[in-house]
């Protein structure tokens, strides 16, 4: 751990660059961080934290007498404390690298990697030891109810990560994953994703073939059964692995599942062994799926499966995760951070398995480097296809994006009407809630998709219902 180390973060409000600084302030040291855009619920955060922020990146702000300097994947070699980073001399290094040194060394790092439900799955996971008194650490981004936080501070053996593959910092493109010294890993599912710095799927793949390859020989890694786009990928493993899943031919089985108001149970067999009945607190048969390698993680751990069970009925989940943000006259406004096809299926999916009897709104915003691209111009719309209406919001900053590159709005709601569905492109914000307030009907969800904050559509809405 380090200790009574001055520590400068560039770029300190990102979600992860913020829970590294209070997890390094909790260990001892002294932290100061800058970025251009300081704001709630991250600048109070910090504040809380007693962690000082300068605004704005200015040459003059890198303090000359620090001990370490963390250097935010957002900031270009150019960026004037890049700059000056280079020219003082300091030992620098990326969010991902300071983590592995401080937090994961001597420890057991539990990895959860793959294209979808990283952010719920180790959420889950580190509940789940936090539940059985395992008293983990925990980085992950997004904001864990339970907690009411991001990150936690370890006080026993496990830290639990939530494995990015997106590319470190300018001076390594490298993925974050590769930083995380993984003794154990969940790995959700492999997909093309991140069209701004990955070209094909084999690239992707090639990382994941990196990452699987420095797992601890003596830990284990645990796949989702179908092994999509997994070739050439596993068989760099040098540890255990297990699959999970609802194939017969899963070693982690899920069997019997059901959901009933808010609640999937379900039996998880373990090569043929009934290991017993399980429920959390959660929609859709993704989320169980999730569910099942955490317990199969859980009891390779060591941890009964009663206490287990416990654990995860106290789960209150993710914030932007299929979360309530309010109802109104009985119209209910969600928010879910699904912005890849397969994950908006999955989403839309578990909403209309959920709630059978109300119609579903599926408001999207393409913001993501990957939507905003034509890389799945077929692909999304047919992802939103279960929906009952569709509105589509403008291309977030489509400005950064080559004309030729972008995402077609226009044809993808003519796709999705030559499908027979009732969809719209209404590009402004301010239009969808007059849109919607003037068109839905109690009994309606309005599921609001987007990667961002889409400029507080979800309030705004519940203000004028």
């Given at each position: ?27 001892g ?34 303090p000359?007498?620090?001990d ?11 960026n ?144 989702e ?54 429920s ?58 699904a ?9 839309i ?6 709630y ?74 301010e ?35």
């Open positions: 751990m380090p200790k009574n180390k001055s520590i400068y973060i560039i770029a300190v409000c990102g979600t992860g660059m913020s829970a590294l600084a209070g997890l390094l302030k909790k260990s040291c002294c932290v100061v961080g800058s970025d251009a855009n300081i704001y709630p619920p991250v600048s109070d955060l910090l504040i809380k934290y007693g962690i000082e922020v300068k605004e704005g990146y200015k040459k003059e702000n890198v000359l007498d620090a370490l300097i963390i250097v935010g994947n957002a900031i270009p070699k150019t004037p404390e890049a700059v000056a980073t280079l020219e003082s001399g300091i030992r620098y290094v990326s969010f991902p690298e300071a983590l592995g040194e401080f937090f994961l060394q001597n420890r057991k790092s539990l990895v959860v990697a793959g294209t979808h439900g990283k952010t719920t799955t180790s959420s889950l996971l580190a509940w789940m030891l936090e539940g059985t008194d395992k008293k983990p650490g925990f980085l992950i981004g997004g904001w864990l109810k339970n907690f009411d936080s991001n990150y936690g501070y370890p006080e026993g053996d496990y830290f639990v990560v939530e494995g990015d593959e997106y590319d470190t910092a300018f001076f390594d493109k490298g993925p974050k994953f590769l930083h995380y010294r993984p003794y154990a890993s969940i790995l959700t599912g492999i997909e093309f994703d991140h069209a701004d710095i990955y070209d094909s799927l084999e690239q992707i793949q090639n990382n994941f073939r990196k990452f699987v390859s420095i797992i601890n020989p003596k830990g284990f890694l645990l796949v059964d179908t092994k999509k786009n997994m070739e050439n990928v596993l068989d760099a493993a040098s540890c255990q692995i297990e699959t999970y899943g609802f194939s017969e031919n899963a070693d982690w089985r899920i069997q019997n599942y059901t959901h009933s108001e808010g609640i999937g149970t379900f039996n998880l067999i373990h090569k043929q062994e009934l290991i017993g009945n399980f959390i607190p959660m929609i859709g048969r993704h989320n169980v799926q999730n569910t099942s390698a955490v317990i199969a993680m859980g009891l390779k751990s060591g941890i009964g499966p009663d206490e287990i069970n416990n654990a995860l009925a106290k789960f209150k989940g993710v914030k932007r995760r299929q979360e309530i943000v309010g109802v109104k006259n009985d119209v209910i406004v969600m928010d879910d951070f912005h890849h096809p397969t994950a908006i299926a999955l989403t999916d578990a909403v209309k398995e959920a059978p009897n109300r119609r579903v709104w599926a408001v999207f915003e393409p913001r993501s480097a990957t939507s905003r691209r034509n890389s799945f111009q077929n692909e999304l719309p047919e992802s939103l296809v279960m929906a009952d209406k569709v509105v589509f919001a403008k291309l977030f900053l489509p400005d950064k994006i080559k004309q030729e590159n972008r995402f077609d709005l226009e044809a993808a709601v003519e796709d999705l009407r030559n499908k027979g569905k009732d969809a719209y492109l209404i590009p402004e914000v239009d969808i809630i007059d849109y919607i307030v003037n068109n839905s009907k109690p009994g309606d969800i309005i599921l609001i998709m987007s990667s961002g904050g889409f400029d507080n559509i979800h309030r705004k809405l519940l203000d004028r219902l």
